[in-house]
T-cell receptor, first 111, second 117 residues
Framework: AQSVTQPDIHITVSEGASLELRCNYS??????LFWYVQSPGQGLQLLLK??????LVQGIKGFEAEFKRSQSSFNLRKPSVHWSDAAEYFC?????????FGKGTSLLVTP | ETGVTQTPRHLVMGMTNKKSLKCEQH?????MYWYKQSAKKPLELMFV???????ENNSVPSRFSPECPNSSHLFLHLHTLQPEDSALYLC????????????????FGPGTRLTVL
């Protein structure tokens, strides 16, 4: 089955600093890949998704992600983090009828 | 209401109780899903319904019983649960029940925080 790994459980960044969250996938062919965000007490919201084509994908809230086949990665980036970005971030890949999620990366934003 | 709604948002129950979780989607989708989110574990798919028919049961214990009376509503009936069933239960919907095959985008509700005493 397709799967994703998020190596970082927690990440802390200062407000205004840049952000990169890592996601590695295991799949031979080109996968479909998703990034979701979960704010405290909320469900998951789709940030962006990659199907094919341009390897740099733009999402909502100023996020982008780049698909790199050579590194089996789909890292999420944001040039300047806001305090409201503090949340849990999940990378996901389709599997069967639904999605396989990574374990998530918890983002803490400091003043 | 828009999107995917879930009620109740919080539920505390004893191991001998029977309760139900409700999910409703207002997106005109044809597929609905139940996920379980436990602390320190990835989201686990429980059930998938596509056009009211169950298409996947991910080896879920029988103390969890789903019901999908129509494409807009999904229930999770709970009975004789165990403390380890305490978790956040998330409902999601997508246009078609082929999320794994065509990468159909799933839209999530806010979840029900369940505590089993």
């Amino acid at each position: 089955a397709q799967s994703v790994t998020q190596p970082d459980i927690h990440i802390t960044v200062s407000e205004g600093a840049s952000l990169e969250l890592r996601c590695n996938y295991s799949y031979g062919a080109t996968p479909y890949l998703f990034w979701y965000v979960q704010s405290p007490g909320q469900g998951l919201q789709l940030l962006l998704k990659y199907f094919s084509g341009d390897t740099l994908v733009q999402g909502i809230k100023g996020f982008e992600a780049e698909f790199k086949r050579s590194q089996s990665s789909f890292n999420l980036r944001k040039p300047s983090v806001h305090w409201s970005d503090a949340a849990e971030y999940f990378c996901a890949v389709p599997s069967g009828y639904a999605l396989n999620f990574g374990k998530g990366t918890s983002l803490l934003v400091t003043p | 209401e828009t999107g995917v709604t879930q009620t109740p948002r919080h539920l505390v129950m004893g191991m001998t109780n029977k309760k139900s979780l409700k999910c409703e989607q207002h997106l005109g989708h044809n597929a609905m899903y139940w996920y379980k989110q436990s602390a320190k574990k990835p989201l686990e798919l429980m059930f998938v319904y596509n056009f009211k028919e169950q298409t996947e049961n991910n080896s879920v214990p029988s103390r969890f019983s789903p019901e999908c009376p129509n494409s807009s509503h999904l229930f999770l009936h709970l009975h004789t649960l165990q403390p380890e069933d305490s978790a956040l239960y998330l409902c999601a919907s997508s246009q078609d029940g082929l999320a794994g095959l065509i990468a159909d985008t799933q839209y999530f509700g806010p979840g029900t925080r369940l505590t089993v005493l």
